[in-house]
């Protein structure tokens, strides 16, 4: 049961010291949208995201007006792209369309970003893995609030060199493509060892 001293501490933290919670974020499993087109992949993408998303944004400010707590942002994660788009995407400008469609859903629900535009290349590359990796400076740079990551290791299987040496390349490409913006390319980006599975934090976030 309540007492009067916890619920004084408990207004304290949200008057005072600013409580909030920080995000709640949505995971979304895209594998069943892979398939050998690539632009019906990206219509099965956007219509999955849409469809199961669309009462996030409201449930988040509805939890928030019930308990007075603010929830600053409200995210989506989903299946690592390269695995989604390994079996329709034969270069990558492909990979470029599938970001694309992941922007569209994710303005379309109103969140602030949707993670999982990754690869996990740890053990070794796959053609998609470097295909999505090679598309990351036109992907972040016409693309808002799409994020990505990629897993260059882990403890057990190592680390992949060819994959660190494409991606040294890549982030500075990043960086160039938005320069005019900042470079916030580069801030929607996060290279991992030991990913953690279902990680809901941004940049890094995938389902």
Sequence with gaps: MLNLMEVSETNSMIEQEQLDVRTITMGINLLDC????????????EAKITRLAKDLVKTGNDISRD??????????????????????????????????????????????????????????????????????PQALSETEIVCSS?????????????????????????????????SYGCVKFVAFCNAPDDNPFMAGGFH
């Design 34 to 45: 892979a398939c050998e087109n690539v632009q019906d992949v990206c219509c099965k993408v």
């Design 67 to 136: 308990y007075g707590i603010p929830i600053v942002n409200k995210r989506i994660t989903v299946t690592p792209i390269s695995l989604v788009g390994a079996s329709s995407c034969k270069k990558s400008e492909d990979f470029v369309q599938i970001a694309h469609a992941l922007d569209r859903a994710a303005h379309t629900v109103g969140v602030d970003l949707i993670g999982g535009y990754s690869a996990l290349p740890a053990k070794s590359m796959t053609a998609a893995d470097r295909m999505l990796i090679e598309s990351l």
């Design 150 to 182: 990629v897993n260059v290791g882990s403890t057990r299987t190592g680390i992949d060199m060819d994959c660190v040496e494409l991606l040294g390349r890549t982030i500075k490409k990043i960086a160039e493509a938005t320069a005019g913006n900042d």
